[in-house]
């Protein structure tokens, strides 16, 4: 799996959008880039992944670089509720994941 | 459909003994992982079977070992517990099928702890 870098900690006000960046500069062409969350200790929950091209799904949208070196995951309105850690993961869809730290991010009233 | 189960939620062991971690998939999928979460090593990953198989297997002494029914359910094995083995238990499992993409759903975790 591609190594990813992601700040360790952010801070959104509540209502805005979260913009949560990710580097992957040695990502493969066969790796997606996959985004999780975790709420304090709870099963880490899928957010939306994508290959090559912006995805959008009721969650979240992902914003890939055209040369897939770096992406962007966008919460458009966050909520208190969407504090949590924030992992991106690049692999290839037959591999299992590699966890970094993740982000903390903490939406802020 | 019904989300990824793991049972039991919370376990409490003395060192030394042996424990043994149930996970059942979302009905249809074929593949389990197991992670180990712990406050200094984050998220890890144990082992990955699929149609009974252990198609990966992460960096682990061979005191973790797993297994996976015909019926997709899993169960993880850790004996000769020590206290550093006290961590979140996590099952994800997946459609594993070939070509294009294969999301992980997790299921809530076990808790474990070595007294």
């Known amino acids: 799996d591609a190594k990813t870098t992601q700040p360790p900690s952010m801070d959104c006000a509540e209502g805005r959008a979260a913009n949560l960046p990710c580097n992957h500069s040695t990502i493969s062409g066969n790796e997606y880039v996959y985004w999780y969350r975790q709420i304090h200790s709870q099963g880490p929950q899928y957010i939306i992944h994508g290959l090559k091209n912006n995805e959008t799904n009721e969650m979240a949208s992902l914003i890939i670089t055209e040369d897939r070196k770096s992406s962007t995951l966008i919460l458009p309105h966050a909520t208190l509720r969407d504090t949590a850690v924030y992992y991106c993961?690049?692999?290839?869809?037959?591999?299992?994941?590699?966890f970094g730290p993740g982000t903390r991010l903490s939406v802020l009233p | 459909k019904a989300g990824v189960t793991q049972t039991p939620r919370y376990l409490i062991k003395t060192r030394g003994q042996q424990v043994t971690l149930s996970c059942s998939p979302i009905?249809?999928?074929?593949?389990v992982s197991w992670y180990q979460q712990t406050p200094g090593q984050g998220l890890q990953f144990l082992f990955e079977?699929?149609?009974?198989?252990?198609?990966n297997k992460g960096n682990f002494p061979g005191r973790f070992s797993g297994r996976q029914f015909s019926n997709s359910r899993s169960e993880m094995n850790v004996s000769t517990l020590e206290l550093g083995d006290s961590a979140l238990y996590l099952c994800?499992?997946?459609?594993?099928?070939?070509?294009?993409?294969?999301?992980?759903?997790f299921g809530p975790g076990t808790r474990l702890t070595v007294l």
């Open positions: 994800a499992s997946s459609a594993g099928g070939s070509g294009g993409t294969d999301t992980q759903y």
């Open positions: 079977y699929f149609s009974e198989t252990q198609r």
């Open positions: 009905s249809g999928h074929r593949s």
């Open positions: 993961i690049a692999a290839p869809y037959d591999q299992n994941f590699v």
